[in-house]
C-alpha cells in the first residue's frame, strides 16, 4: 500500500490559464474521488468514480473543470481558463468498493493558486 | 440539500482537559466517519459508525452515532497537544451511490 499520490503538491497559475492534477490511487481501489477544500472549510465534493465511469459530478462544478479515469487507474482534473475564485487544495481520494461504508483514503492534495 | 453540521467551528482548550464536538444533520445517514486533518496532508480516517446507539472507542476518543443516525459525537478524554488539528465529520447521504460529503470541521488547538 503505497497510499494515494497527487502531483503537483503545488501549482501556481495565471488566471486565464489550464491546468491539470494528477491523481495515482491505490491499486486496488476502484472507486476514486476528488474534493476542493478552501481554508478553514471541510472538503467540498466535486466528483467520483467506478472503475472508469464518472457517477456523479457536483452541480457545483462549473463547465470550466472536468475529470477523467480513462483506464479505471489513475485520474486527471483539469480547469479550463482559471480564476482567482479556484484557489484551493485539490484532494483526490480512493476506496474500495465495500458498500456505503467505504473509508476514503486521502492523498496530500495538489495546493492551486491562481493570481 | 443533505448538510452535516459540526459544532463548535473552534475550539482552544488546555492539555488534560475533556471536550465533545458535534455533528449534526436533518437527514439519515447510513454511516458516519469521522477523519483527522492536519496542515498540508489530506484528513485521515479515525473511525466509522454504523449502527444507531453505537459507541466505539479508540483511546482517549470515544465516537457515537445517534438513534436515529442523524447526528454523532466525538469526545476526548486528557486531551494533549497531539490531538491538535481539523475533525471532521463525513457520510454517504442514504439516497443511494457512494458520495461521500463532510462538515466543515471543527478546529482543535490543544495548549501544553
Known amino acids: 500500500d503505497t497510499g494515494v499520490s497527487q502531483n503537483p503538491r503545488h501549482k501556481i497559475t495565471k488566471r486565464g490559464q489550464n491546468v491539470t492534477f494528477r491523481c495515482d490511487p491505490i491499486?486496488?481501489?476502484?472507486?476514486l474521488y476528488w474534493y476542493r477544500q478552501t481554508l478553514g472549510q471541510g472538503p467540498e465534493f466535486l466528483t467520483y468514480?467506478?472503475?472508469?465511469?464518472?457517477?456523479?459530478k457536483s452541480r457545483l462544478l462549473s463547465d470550466r473543470f472536468s475529470a477523467e479515469r480513462p483506464k479505471g487507474s489513475f485520474s486527471t482534473l483539469e480547469i479550463q481558463r482559471t480564476e482567482q475564485g479556484d484557489s484551493a487544495m485539490y484532494l483526490c481520494?480512493?476506496?474500495?468498493?465495500?458498500?456505503?461504508?467505504?473509508?476514503?483514503?486521502f492523498g496530500n492534495g495538489t495546493r492551486l493558486t491562481v493570481t | 440539500t443533505q448538510l452535516l453540521e459540526q459544532s463548535p467551528q473552534f475550539l482552544s482548550i488546555q492539555e488534560g482537559e475533556n471536550l465533545t464536538v458535534y455533528c449534526n444533520s436533518s437527514s439519515v445517514f447510513s454511516s458516519l466517519q469521522w477523519y483527522r486533518q492536519e496542515p498540508g496532508e489530506g484528513p485521515v480516517l479515525l473511525v466509522t459508525v454504523v449502527t444507531g446507539g453505537e459507541v466505539k472507542k479508540l483511546k482517549r476518543l470515544t465516537f457515537q452515532f445517534g438513534d436515529a443516525r442523524k447526528d454523532s459525537s466525538l469526545h476526548i478524554t486528557a486531551a494533549q497537544p497531539g490531538d491538535t488539528g481539523l475533525y471532521l465529520c463525513?457520510?454517504?447521504?442514504?439516497?443511494?451511490?457512494?458520495?461521500?460529503?463532510f462538515g466543515a470541521g471543527t478546529r482543535l488547538f490543544v495548549k501544553a
Open positions: 491499486s486496488e481501489h476502484n472507486r
Open positions: 481520494a480512493s476506496s474500495p468498493v465495500r458498500g456505503p461504508n467505504s473509508p476514503l483514503h
Open positions: 463525513a457520510g454517504s447521504p442514504n439516497t443511494g451511490g457512494f458520495k461521500t460529503i
Open positions: 468514480f467506478q472503475n472508469e465511469a464518472q457517477l456523479e
